[in-house]
């Protein structure tokens, strides 16, 4: 949905911010995505109003973020959904916000918030400064002292993920309810090592519920977001690649665990979808989300393919084509098709081709490749080339990994919390964006790519930095469970010798697989 003409955008950009100071107007954050069913609502109603056009370009400056492009935005001003409006100062610290706003309801939120700003601005700010330096005092704090990397921290986070398991509807917890991939990897690593029924009933009794009921298209495959409802028949309708990527290399690993032929038949339909609609032939590269549609996934299939398919998303972005990548070159080992080995291959020689320079991984590519700063991105490459060493045998597939992991201390190390952050350390930026964070996510992943390397090479410097990074995380005590699914995993690869496979036990389930030749 292109922006609204009647609202004055501006990009995140100097440019907004130095306005928004010189004027000293707080400044409205407009979080969308382009698959996002709600923003296009909002898109079409609310800022299309004529009043609220007016306070917007009168009283602020409106700022908008596809939140694809600029995840470490999204990260720090999202307000629980897309749409976010967030309302921020005129440096960029936020003040509050919320998601959908109706139009009548923005109107009434402009003109108070424009009235309460100017009144209690100088009170604000004060109380920001404080925050600060209370950050800033708990950062300099050391923590309660590192985990042990023993086989414990995978065993605790089995027991801490069965814990929230519905027997009643499957999957994790209540409504709204996600795939959560990670935790059913650890799941069915449990499986696979202790063929335990209770592990077999929480694994396949969820990816049952993904991939029998609402959260699959049936008629033209792949998976949907998210569910809204307990039992799985209530689809958020937009499909994003990266879920997806994931979801196919889990059905297809249970598929073997298991021996049940039905799960390599849904990844095989979820990557029909893939090839159809995110496949770019042109370019050789994949593409990364599909809009929801609501109307049009209701329709009976007849009618359904007389209307034109939900938008797909031209842009390319590095971690949702490595992560497609990666599901290519599984499904080619597992279902026996070299033709998906190719694809695979191809998107890799694009994003080394075209998203890698001498300022490191970009983020994603419109026509040229742009956003150097983020941790995301070499992470999510390296993993790529380590499995394209692993299938073809390449050394230069290793080689180019080794290379992206080498660099990441060098611009992502956080010495403050010993570990790596989420942006570049020298890359300057406002408001919230000026603080680093350190993710559990990036980090375990790229502790375990460390480890592969280790595993694969044997230089002690890559274990080393496996360890530093799962360490810079204090113990997590009772918190084991999903949230460190991944950290369990990249620990794992540390902790317990790798199972060594040749090129002819590819097709295998093997955790902590390293491919010799």
């Known amino acids: 949905m292109p922006p609204s003409s009647k609202v004055r955008w501006h990009d995140w950009s100097d440019d907004a911010f130095q306005k928004a100071q010189s004027e000293d107007k707080p ?4 979080l969308g995505a382009t698959w996002c069913l709600g923003c296009a609502e909002m898109e079409e109603t609310t800022y299309d109003d004529d009043e609220v056009a007016e306070l917007l370009n009168r009283d602020y400056v409106a700022v908008r973020v596809d939140s694809d492009r600029r995840p470490d935005i999204n990260e720090r001003y999202n307000m629980g959904g897309w749409p976010t409006t967030a309302f921020l100062t005129p440096a960029g610290d936020l003040l509050g916000g919320t998601t959908f706003v109706p139009r009548d309801q923005m109107k009434q939120l402009l003109v108070q918030l424009k009235v309460g700003y100017a009144r209690e601005r100088h009170r604000l700010r004060d109380e920001i400064s404080r925050r600060d330096e209370k950050i800033a005092q708990a950062l300099e704090r050391a923590p309660a002292g590192p985990p042990a990397l023993t086989i414990e921290i995978f065993r605790k986070t089995v027991r801490g993920v069965a814990a929230t398991f519905d027997p009643l509807h499957a999957g994790f917890g209540n409504a709204p309810k996600f795939p959560l991939v990670a935790s059913l990897r650890v799941v069915l690593q449990a499986l696979y090592e202790t063929q335990g029924p209770d592990f077999q009933q929480v694994l396949c009794r969820t990816l049952d519920a993904m991939g029998d009921r609402g959260m699959f298209d049936s008629v033209a495959g792949g998976f949907f977001h998210y569910v809204t409802n307990d039992v799985w028949s209530a689809p958020r309708t937009e499909k994003i690649g990266e879920d997806n990527a994931s979801l196919i290399g889990l059905y297809l690993d249970a598929s073997l665990v298991t021996g049940q032929e039905k799960y390599a038949i849904r990844a095989h339909q979820a990557l029909e979808w893939v090839r159809a609609s995110l496949w770019d032939e042109s370019r050789g590269v994949f593409r990364a989300s599909q809009a929801a549609d609501d109307a049009y996934y209701s329709l009976p299939p007849d009618e359904r ?20 990548a990666s599901a290519g070159l599984r499904a080619s080992q597992v279902l026996g098709d070299p033709a998906w080995a190719g694809l695979a291959l191809r998107a890799i020689e694009f994003l080394l081709r075209e998203c890698v320079t001498h300022e490191g991984v970009a983020h994603f590519h419109d026509g040229r490749a742009r956003l150097f700063t983020l941790l995301r991105d070499p992470v999510a490459l390296a993993g790529a080339l380590l499995d394209a060493h692993d299938h073809t045998g390449e050394a230069r597939f290793l080689e180019r990994a080794r290379g992206i992991l080498e660099a990441l201390p060098g611009k992502f190390w956080w010495e403050t919390e010993k570990g790596l952050a989420d942006r570049a350390v020298d890359a300057i930026d406002r408001g919230d964006l000026a603080r680093l964070r350190k993710q559990l ?7 375990g790519h460390f480890a592969r390397l280790w595993r694969l090479g044997g230089n002690e410097e890559h274990r080393r930095w496996a360890e530093r990074l799962l360490q810079s995380f204090p113990d997590f005590l009772d918190g084991y469970g999903h949230s460190t699914a991944e950290y369990a995993l990249a620990a794992d690869w540390v902790v317990r010798p790798p199972q060594e496979a040749g090129p002819g036990q590819l097709r295998d389930y093997l955790p902590r697989r390293v491919v010799k030749r």
Not at 27 to 30: A, F, G, S, W
Not at 305 to 318: C, H, I, L, M, Q
């Open 27 to 30: 400044i409205v954050l407009n």
């Open 305 to 324: 393919a007389k209307r034109p398919a939900p938008a797909v998303d031209e842009t390319v972005y590095v971690p949702a084509a490595a992560a497609l």
């Open 441 to 447: 996510h990036e980090n375990s992943l790229a502790a």
